[in-house]
């Protein structure tokens, strides 16, 4: 219950709802907890016409709307009283219904709005996350937590909530009128219900190991799914559909045996509450009968049968202890779930502590790496050491390495996706830690090497970076520059073609020039191309290559590749090589080192 706590913020932040939904719920069990003084009232009186012997009942017992309705009806006729009566007992249950929708209307009104803002809450959170937090989460998990735990805490806000408002004013008002009625049938009454509150107890604890045991079983079959799906082409080209098929139904077998442990104990679980209902029943027929016997003054067959209706009356509230139990406890497990995300705190945090937009003027931006250096957190590999490199005001920066050398890691540190382990990346002699991470990132165009397309249309994919208050290049420029354009038109819808999920229905040349283009839209100051001419022909590399030249004059730019650029003219290259610079200068200085680009340069270009 500690993890349902962190929800006390919604409930504060819909009080109103939340206290005339209790407001209604007691109103609406009110008018329903008075039929039974009024079915005690017409049998005692039908018993006392057959009867004319027996004394008169004081009617001090009754409560005060009840009082009124004897003394304003007691001299009709009995045919007339019956039906009264009648009239009496469906107005109160029309009441009591009446109550029931506001109350409906109010509470699970509330769950709804929680459950959005909860969701918004998770889905804000996701987005505050770094890079790191997703290399180590599963999306299968991320989407489960998002979906299932929430729709499972929702159950707890709304119906959870109700149900005990519900249970808690049905209980009080019986026991309240039935002490008040008689104390010694009552007592023996309720007598069961203690054992009751211990089974509960009990069962609870359970149903809450067994709920995190099938919410973790779920978020692994939810991963494999997703994750099989995503790859279904790799799939089915290595024929591995028997074997991804088994793996599924493994860990589905594990979920449905989780699934089927819970719902064991719950089927134990019900029937007990409902012998128990039935015990109270028995009870309140077979202690009445002898104690009307025994003093017919005291208890009457009115009495007996108040008694009666008020058990039945308690049956589904009682009953749904189970019920609501089992919703708490399957709420706190998934709650707790989100709490452990929710209190994750992302390491790139904004500390802009310096007025810092002037360093984004036109043309002014110039960028130092001092020391730099790097090691993933989750797999301990250093990826950088002690880099220093200066990329100045419009220059055009070309890094070249192998796999593994550390320039994809260069990029995102760059972007600050990663903080460094030590060193530092200065901009126009602020530390970029120190500039407001938004206003950074809006201005480095970035395509990166694994490129992500949304499934959406091709032009809101482009324009996905666009800031309409300040980008001075249009959607058909960028395309030409990424020589996409001509592809694009010849589409059925051109530009408002769907791509499909990744960009499945796109080649991968052009995913490519898509993504250049999207990074194009920015018009930033910075232009980061990591990697990304890999699936683009020589041809309309060239051609792309030719484009770029005229419009990155006025910027800065990094290009990053394991494979040299012949269409590009280079201010400066450098090369990494297990995450340090070993050779750095122009094109002329490191063809006359005869190093390891002088090598690569031989072997891809002239020969």
């Known amino acids: 219950?500690?993890?349902?706590?962190?929800?006390?913020?919604?409930?504060?932040?819909?009080?109103?709802?939340?206290?005339?939904?209790?407001?209604?719920?007691?109103?609406?069990?009110?008018?329903?907890?008075?039929?039974?003084?009024?079915?005690?009232?017409?049998?005692?009186?039908?018993?006392?016409?057959?009867?004319?012997?027996?004394?008169?009942?004081?009617?001090?017992?009754y409560n005060f709307i009840i009082k009124f309705f004897i003394q304003f009806f007691n001299k009709s006729s009995l045919t007339?009283?019956?039906?009264?009566?009648?009239?009496?007992?469906?107005?109160?249950?029309?009441?009591?219904?009446?109550?029931?929708?506001?109350?409906?209307?109010?509470?699970?009104?509330?769950?709804?709005?929680?459950?959005?803002?909860?969701k918004n809450e998770v889905f804000n959170h996701y987005q505050k996350l770094d890079i790191e937090f997703y290399k180590t989460h599963s999306t299968g998990d991320l989407m489960n937590r998002i979906s299932d735990d929430v729709s499972k805490v929702r159950m707890y806000t709304g119906p959870a909530i109700m149900y005990i408002i519900n249970l808690i004013g049905t209980i009080g008002f019986s026991l309240f009128f039935m002490f008040k009625e008689n104390v010694t049938l009552s007592l023996y009454v309720i007598a069961p219900l203690p054992i009751l509150a211990i089974i509960i107890y009990y069962v609870n604890n359970i149903i809450e190991?067994?709920?995190?045991?099938?919410?973790?079983?779920?978020?692994?079959?939810?991963?494999?799914?997703?994750?099989?799906?995503?790859?279904?082409?790799?799939?089915?080209?290595?024929?591995?559909?028997?074997?991804?098929?088994?793996?599924?139904?493994?860990?589905?077998?594990?979920?449905?045996?989780?699934?089927?442990?819970?719902?064991?104990?719950?089927?134990?679980?019900?029937?007990?509450?409902?012998?128990?209902i039935g015990l109270s029943t028995l009870i309140a027929i077979g202690a009445g009968c002898f104690m009307h016997i025994k003093s017919p003054e005291t208890v009457t067959a009115g009495t007996i049968t108040e008694f009666i209706i008020y058990i039945n009356m308690l049956t589904f509230p009682v009953s749904a202890i189970g019920l609501t139990a089992s919703m708490i406890q399957r709420a706190s497990a998934s709650q707790k779930r989100l709490n452990e995300f929710l209190h994750t705190t992302p390491t790139i945090i904004n500390k802009s502590t310096e007025q810092n937009r002037q360093i984004f003027k036109p043309q002014t931006l110039s960028i130092e790496l001092l020391d730099l250096s790097f090691k993933f957190p989750h797999s301990g590999i250093e990826a950088l050491k002690n880099v220093n490199l200066t990329i100045g005001t419009n220059e055009k920066i070309f890094v070249l390495g192998k796999t593994g050398s550390g320039k994809s890691t260069l990029a995102l540190l760059l972007l600050r996706l990663y903080n460094a382990n030590k060193g530092k990346v200065v901009a126009n002699g602020i530390d970029i830690e120190k500039i407001d991470v938004k206003e950074w990132r809006k201005n480095i165009g970035y395509v990166p090497q694994d490129v992500f397309l949304f499934s959406d249309t091709v032009q809101h994919n482009i324009e996905f970076g666009e800031d309409e208050a300040t980008t001075k290049i249009s959607l058909q420029q960028v395309t030409t520059i990424a020589a996409i354009d001509k592809e694009i038109e010849s589409f059925e819808n051109k530009y408002e073609t769907i791509i499909g999920e990744r960009g499945v229905t796109l080649?991968?040349?052009?995913?490519?020039?898509?993504?250049?283009?999207?990074?194009?839209?920015?018009?930033?100051?910075?232009?980061?191309?990591?990697?990304?001419?890999?699936a683009i022909d020589n041809i309309t590399e060239k051609k792309i290559g030719n484009a770029l030249t005229q419009f990155l004059?006025?910027?800065?730019?990094?290009?990053?590749?394991?494979?040299?650029?012949?269409?590009?003219?280079?201010?400066?290259?450098?090369?990494?090589?297990?995450?340090?610079?070993?050779?750095?200068?122009?094109?002329?200085?490191?063809?006359?080192?005869?190093?390891?680009?002088?090598t690569t340069y031989k072997t891809q270009i002239e020969q």
């Open 209 to 276: 190991h067994k709920s995190e045991r099938l919410q973790s079983s779920l978020s692994e079959l939810t991963t494999i799914s997703q994750e099989s799906y995503s790859g279904i082409r790799v799939i089915k080209s290595f024929v591995q559909e028997k074997i991804t098929q088994t793996f599924f139904e493994e860990k589905s077998g594990q979920y449905k045996q989780a699934a089927t442990s819970l719902a064991k104990v719950e089927a134990l679980f019900f029937p007990s509450i409902a012998l128990l």
């Open 1 to 61: 219950m500690k993890h349902l706590s962190s929800l006390n913020k919604y409930f504060y932040k819909y009080k109103k709802l939340f206290l005339f939904g209790i407001l209604f719920t007691l109103l609406s069990n009110y008018f329903r907890i008075l039929s039974p003084q009024v079915s005690k009232f017409i049998i005692d009186k039908v018993a006392s016409e057959i009867n004319p012997a027996k004394p008169q009942l004081s009617i001090n017992h």
């Open 553 to 598: 004059q006025k910027k800065s730019a990094l290009f990053i590749s394991h494979r040299i650029f012949r269409e590009f003219v280079f201010d400066k290259i450098i090369v990494l090589e297990d995450g340090s610079i070993i050779e750095q200068g122009t094109h002329q200085e490191l063809m006359l080192q005869n190093g390891y680009y002088a």
């Open 507 to 534: 080649s991968g040349g052009q995913k490519q020039r898509i993504s250049i283009s999207r990074a194009l839209m920015k018009d930033a100051q910075l232009y980061i191309f990591d990697d990304c001419f890999s």
């Open 80 to 118: 007339s009283l019956v039906v009264y009566s009648g009239i009496g007992l469906l107005l109160l249950a029309l009441l009591g219904g009446l109550f029931m929708f506001f109350m409906r209307q109010t509470i699970i009104v509330m769950s709804r709005h929680i459950e959005f803002d909860q």
